[in-house]
């Protein structure tokens, strides 16, 4: 199973190094928006340092959304999906083979970047620290709530509208502990129970997501 695995995961990526602009349109927007803020609110170091757990979060959560919609849809489309179902091998092990290359390419790179768009926002290296930890955290949650959505919206109409009305919501947690973290961290309180939450949420979605996303594949190609 895990030759299988890395096989799908190997295909993954040569098929997104084949079409680059996907994952590297993610990083660009992530790197805009975080760039843009300190631009439009001023040079005030409070109000920069205030906002900043928000921003960068917000930002991360956005970039990793705009990869979901193409998740299931492109092997759907030529019907490379149908033939993998059909495959001895189980619909789980598709699922997390395409969610672990989705992080890769659109949640790793925010971990290289977060540390120089942060300083921008003048956070102390503490500070920073625990933002790499909330996102090595967080970011795998996202994608694999993501795969959920991805599955059960792949042959709706309008998906991609779809996708981000149904994720932003189960978002939500995510977006609060990882932020709230970060907040803690700077208003000389412990971060700890927050990232514990966070690492607790990913374990459960780690559980429960891959799952009910390979549910959410069968009923769709039916």
Partial sequence: MMASLWRLIHRELLLAWRRP???LGSVFFFLMVC????LGLGPEPELLRALAPGVL??????AT???????????HADGTLEQMLLLPQPTLLLVLAKTLAHWLL????????????????????????VLLISLALGTP?????????????????GGGILLSLLLLPLYIPVLVFAA????????????TAHLQ???????LCLVLAPSAAAAGLRIAIE
Avoid at 35 to 38: A, E, G, Q, R, T
Avoid at 106 to 129: C, K, R, T, W
Avoid at 141 to 157: D, E, K, M, Q
Avoid at 197 to 203: E, I, K, N, P, S
């Fill in 21 to 23: 602009a996907d994952a």
């Fill in 35 to 38: 760039s843009l803020f300190p």
């Fill in 57 to 62: 979060w917000v930002a991360a959560l956005l």
């Fill in 65 to 75: 959304l705009l990869g979901l919609p193409r998740l299931f849809a492109a092997d």
């Fill in 106 to 129: 659109f949640g790793a790179p925010l971990l290289l970047l977060a540390p120089l768009l942060a300083l921008q926002y003048g956070l102390p290296p503490d500070v920073i620290q």
């Fill in 141 to 157: 949650s996202l994608s694999l709530i993501g795969a959920i959505a991805a599955a059960l919206t792949l042959a709706s109409r």
């Fill in 180 to 191: 709230g973290a970060v907040g803690a961290q700077q208003a000389g309180l412990s971060a």
């Fill in 197 to 203: 939450l966070l690492a607790a949420l990913g374990l």
